[in-house]
């Protein structure tokens, strides 16, 4: 080897160590997340980003590098208990990301453990001040509503940023990411270095980690992985059991206009003109329902403050383009058909405007274009939600109601809940119903998980105070998310829980009890143990992933012969000597009778929403209401 060309060696090797010594940010690490580990905890990881996290490459969802990740650190910490939510949107970048952290991170995961952001691969060919600002606004949303939630960046390969990792610099659109991370204090672990760095040393091509130049094939999840796990070893080796948790506060922002109040407003927030049609089935799993239309001229008008606005839409084979007036101005054309989505229909987005003043309220008109675009089968138009950087600006039709007023006014826009509860019911509740008809105060914990939470969210207790005027119910939530009793059976959970608040009625139910109803009879008993006056009554579960439409598993009723959760629960009930509701057959039922998509029932896949909370607060009504 000649001097120049050792020289030329040397240097290489020099700069793959550099690179492998850059891999990995700690920074402040993930103290909180590992702590909770360390100490055995219960904790949520949140993976949010593009088709890379969603695992698209991979030959099944266990070997994307995010199922990868997650087994590496329940194996680092194998006492703790680690549940994984993936929360990606193939194709699309941290803008879009923006505006979906409040739905679909921070509202649902509390306490939130960890959330895992990979969009700088799909941020590609954004302008930098867009990508500062979508960045920063997922960071500060998420900061703001859980100050101790951790977050990590990861970054993808596309095989276009090779030439970068060549000349031993970042991608822009990693070193756009990282400017946020160092300002922020966030670790980040750079995977497409570590990946760059084999295929430049000769170990890997890249056809062996990428067939189509973005997307890992199952070597390439694997070499994520690997990339990620010194991260988690040095994290584990500062993880701390005492101590008090990190809160994290938030610096001034990096960006003028960050989009950290950038959210999904429903499209029933905005006025829809005659042509346009509400509550519509979706075409595309992740909308649980649409308003869509077909004919040119009719308009959705959407009044807002805020700097940013712009759509989610399903865009499909019959999809038509749209025009838009902003603030009175003149109507523009906006592309809107993309001819990949000729093979079915998915999710898309598209901004409108930036940039405006955001102390003014500005309005939005979006309507059909009459020309069909050249490669669809139609016009359609098929809206979900409204990007708005701000707040949407509508008349609220509950406005100086009474909570009473409110869901009635609520309840009047559904067709009827239509159940007759069984005649012999409430027999295991005397005391309770003593209280409802003769007066005096009946306080009811409600123990369980979010779907407990939203039942008690129906506020049913008006309904019974209606009911009952005599009696005053004061209801008291003790809920978890993702919780059953198989949770809240350990030592010191049913005092603070339950006891504590000293309830006369028990009322133990939601989605979250795994089946396990040993656990609730262990609940049962130990509430028992302490106080014999308390009286219970264990629900099974209403909402959730299943829609019992298509559910081939559904009944009205629970068979009193099967071997199936709600049968277990109605024959546990059965030998505690506890009042026992099925809230699923109901729930069900109305559901199947209503010609309506399912989706204007739900805020997102598994939760109620105000009308779906109604369901729930009528059936509770009428179990209770008099025989």
Excluded at 232 to 255: F, H, M, N, Q, W
Excluded at 404 to 420: F, G, H, K, S
Excluded at 561 to 571: F, P
Excluded at 591 to 607: F, M, N, S
Aim: proline share 6%; aromatic share 8%; with cysteine.
């Amino acid at each position: 080897m000649t001097e120049k060309a050792l020289a030329a060696a040397l240097s290489f090797a020099l700069l793959l160590t550099a690179h492998a010594a850059d891999d990995v940010k700690v920074r402040g690490g993930l103290p909180n997340f590992c702590r909770t580990l360390a100490k055995r905890d219960r904790t949520r990881i949140v993976y949010f980003g593009g088709g890379i996290t969603q695992g698209l490459g991979a030959a099944k969802p266990g070997l994307a590098y995010r199922s990868g990740v997650t087994r590496y650190f329940r194996k680092q910490f194998l006492k703790a208990s680690i549940v994984e939510y993936v929360h990606s949107v193939p194709g699309t970048g941290s803008w879009l990301a923006a505006f979906r952290t409040n739905k679909e991170v921070v509202r649902h995961y509390i306490p939130l453990g960890l959330v895992v952001v990979e969009f700088a691969v799909d941020d590609r060919g954004e302008p930098e001040e867009r990508v500062i600002a979508s960045v920063e606004g997922i960071v500060r949303q998420i900061r703001a509503r859980c100050p101790e939630a951790e977050i990590l960046f990861l970054y993808a390969l596309c095989k276009d940023d090779m030439d970068a990792f060549k000349k031993g610099k970042l991608p822009d659109c990693i070193r756009r990411h990282e400017k946020v991370a160092e300002h922020y204090s966030i670790p980040s672990v750079n995977m497409a270095q570590s990946v760059a760095s084999k295929i430049q040393s000769g170990e890997l091509t890249f056809e062996e980690f990428s067939e189509d130049g973005i997307h890992p094939t199952d070597k390439g999840h694997a070499l994520y992985v690997e990339a990620v796990k010194p991260l988690i070893d040095r994290c584990k080796a500062a993880a701390e059991t005492d101590g008090e948790p990190v809160k994290y506060k938030l610096p001034k922002p990096l960006s003028k206009c960050p989009l950290d109040k950038a959210q999904l407003v429903s499209c029933e927030r905005a006025d829809l003109e005659t042509g346009w049609l509400g509550w519509q089935e979706s075409p595309v799993e992740r909308f649980f329902h649409v308003v869509r239309c077909e004919e040119p001229g009719p308009t959705v008008t959407l009044r807002f403050q805020g700097d940013t606005v712009g759509y989610f839409d399903a865009i499909g084979p019959d999809c038509g383009d749209l025009e838009y007036s902003l603030d009175g101005g003149g109507w523009k054309h906006q592309a809107n058909f993309d001819q990949e989505a000729k093979t079915g229909h998915r999710a898309h987005a598209r901004l409108v405007a930036e940039g405006l003043d955001p102390k003014k309220t500005h309005e939005l008109k979006l309507r059909v274009a009459r020309k069909k675009p050249k490669g669809s089968t139609g016009r359609w138009a098929r809206l979900a939600f409204f990007l708005v950087n701000g707040r949407p600006v509508y008349d609220d039709p509950y406005k100086g109601m009474t909570p009473l007023q409110r869901i009635d006014a609520i309840y009047a826009t559904m067709p009827p809940v239509e159940y007759a509860p069984h005649k012999d019911r409430r027999t295991l509740l005397p005391k309770t119903m003593k209280r409802l008809r003769d007066g005096g105060t009946l306080r009811i914990v409600m123990l369980g998980d979010s779907i407990v939470n939203d039942t008690a969210g129906s506020n049913y207790e008006h309904l019974l105070m209606r009911l009952y005027p005599k009696c005053k119910v004061e209801k008291i939530r003790a809920v978890r998310g993702s919780t059953g009793c198989w949770w809240y059976k350990e030592e010191g959970r049913v005092k603070e829980y339950v006891l504590d608040h000293k309830p006369d009625l028990l009322m133990i139910g939601g989605i979250s009890q795994r089946n396990d109803v040993e656990s609730i009879r262990d609940v049962i008993r130990q509430v028992r143990a302490a106080n014999s006056d308390i009286e219970i009554l264990v629900m099974t579960g209403a909402f959730g992933a299943k829609d019992p439409r298509e559910d081939p598993e559904w009944s009205d009723d629970v068979d009193p012969k099967g071997e199936g959760y709600r049968t277990q629960l109605m024959r546990m009930a059965a030998e505690e000597k506890v009042e026992f509701l099925d809230m699923r057959g109901p729930w069900g039922h109305y559901i199947r009778e209503t010609a309506k998509a399912l989706g204007p029932y739900k805020r997102d896949r598994v939760h109620a929403n105000d009308r779906g909370k109604q369901i729930l607060g009528r059936i509770l009504e009428k179990y209770f209401g008099p025989k």
